[in-house]
């Protein structure tokens, strides 16, 4: 599964896309969140509780409970600010 | 079917509005965004770069150009939103919807900037004169905007 990561999410994880192999029990949204926390001090630091974080699984707006099951692209960034 | 572009290029929001007055059209409405820089600001807005994510950005921008064409009876509409750094003063959006009567062009003009704000995926980065940057945060003002649409 790619994994996309933009404005300040990108900067504290020092890449825009990563790769992953997900173990089967990993399977919605919050779940992933969860993983990637264990996955080292930059994922931990960057996904940490206090951080407002938003989703979007195959290119559409997702919450924690979405799940990831047949999805190809999760994008993880801070709320919107265009405009 | 609504015009959307995404890019770093400037638009040119007369042509943008000839292109709208289109057959039936009765009046446009529109609104364009700029880089703001408070000169009584503690800190002046230097540049602005706005991120986005490729791809989800176009389909969001024609959903939500698709929501204002079903709501309301819009002869064309139009969003053109740009990306990259940005000078104050300069550019950043254009949203414009064409009806043939005010009410539905102005209206729709207002749900498609209030609804861009927090639907599509854009991100702010300001530069600041004291050497400073910031990722602009999102506000609950915008938020509460897009709800106030809610049908």
Known sequence: ??????????????????????????????????????RGPRHAAAFAP?????????????TAGASIR?????????????? | MARILVREADFD?????????????GGIGSF????????????????????????????????IAAEAESRWNLIGC???HRFGRLLPGENIVFVGAASPHREAALAAAAFLIDWLKTKAPFWKHEAYDDGGAE??????????????WRA
């Open chain 1, 50 to 62: 206090e951080n407002v974080v938003r989703c979007a699984v195959d290119q559409e707006f997702s």
């Open chain 2, 78 to 80: 139009t969003i053109i």
């Open chain 2, 32 to 63: 364009i965004g700029i880089v703001r820089s408070d000169p009584s600001a503690e800190r002046r807005v230097t540049a602005l770069t706005l991120e986005h994510y490729p791809g989800m950005t176009e389909r969001a921008l024609a959903t």
């Open chain 1, 1 to 38: 599964m790619k994994l996309l990561y933009f404005a300040w999410l990108r900067e504290k994880l020092g890449t825009s896309s990563e790769e992953v192999e997900l173990p089967e029990e990993v399977a919605t949204v919050a779940e992933l969140i969860d993983w990637l926390q264990a």
């Open chain 2, 135 to 148: 990722w602009v945060a999102a506000r609950a003002a915008d938020e509460r905007a897009a709800d106030s």
């Open chain 1, 70 to 83: 047949h999805a190809s692209e999760v994008a993880f960034f801070p709320p919107v600010t265009g405009g």
């Open chain 2, 13 to 25: 929001a007369g042509a943008e509005l000839r292109r709208l007055a289109g057959p039936g059209a």
